[in-house]
T-cell receptor, first 115, second 105 residues
């Protein structure tokens, strides 16, 4: 089983619809992140959370919201999806260990298409 | 915000060493330098990280400048499977566009 699991892996939705992307992890990490990746570009940070009661905006949070339901779960919502939110979305986890176990560790990604 | 800068792309011949540079002139004194790579259609994967001293692991070596304003990821003998986008980041975990590494057979 993957340590960081994203669901769904692929989704097509219509403009204006609300959609939630889910992320769960079995690594026991406190820190979780959501990124988006557009073709030819690097990863851009949307939101991050350092523990269950901590939520922080990243580089591009407009149009997105998140919920940290538990240490292991961090979901990303698009309240009213628009076509320029079509992208590949990655969830990641990390902690503060000073070893290669520190992370961040990434899920396999969710490909979202807004039509 | 701390930011890293890398060349957009690099090429190397198969079975030769590759040196991937990264500038991180605004990195804080306690932030680690991390390197990740992303293969096509996959999420980024960890390669190596370090603070001040040079580091070696089974995948690569990391050479960190004495002033910590730059670092170099070294792949000792590139293979075709090393073709990927390589990212250098600090503890803020803000990714740039990375360096796309092309390996020529």
């Amino acid at each position: 089983d993957a340590d960081v699991t994203q669901t769904p892996r692929n989704r097509i939705t219509k403009t204006g619809k609300r959609i939630m992307l889910e992320c769960s992890q079995t690594k026991g990490h406190d820190r979780m992140y959501w990124y988006r990746q557009d073709p030819g570009l690097g990863l851009r940070l949307i939101y991050y959370s350092f523990d269950v009661k901590d939520i922080n905006k990243g580089e591009i949070s407009d149009g997105y919201s998140v919920s940290r339901q538990a240490q292991a779960k961090f979901s990303l919502s698009l309240e009213s999806a628009i076509p320029n939110q079509t992208a590949l979305y990655f969830c990641a986890t990390s902690d503060l260990a000073h070893t290669s176990l520190r992370g961040p560790f990434f899920g396999q990604g969710t490909r979202l298409t807004v039509v | 915000d701390a930011k890293t800068t890398q060349p957009n792309s690099m090429e190397s011949n198969e079975e030769e060493p590759v040196h991937l540079p990264c500038n991180h002139s605004t990195i804080s004194g306690t932030d680690y330098i991390h390197w990740y790579r992303q293969l096509p259609s996959q999420g980024p994967e960890y390669v190596i990280h370090g603070l001040t001293s040079n580091v070696n692991n089974r995948m690569a070596s990391l050479a960190i400048a004495e002033d910590r304003k730059s670092s170099t990821l070294i792949l000792h003998r590139a293979t075709l499977r090393d073709a990927a986008v390589y990212y250098c980041i600090d503890d803020k975990i803000i990714f740039g566009k990375g360096t796309r590494l092309h390996i020529l057979p």
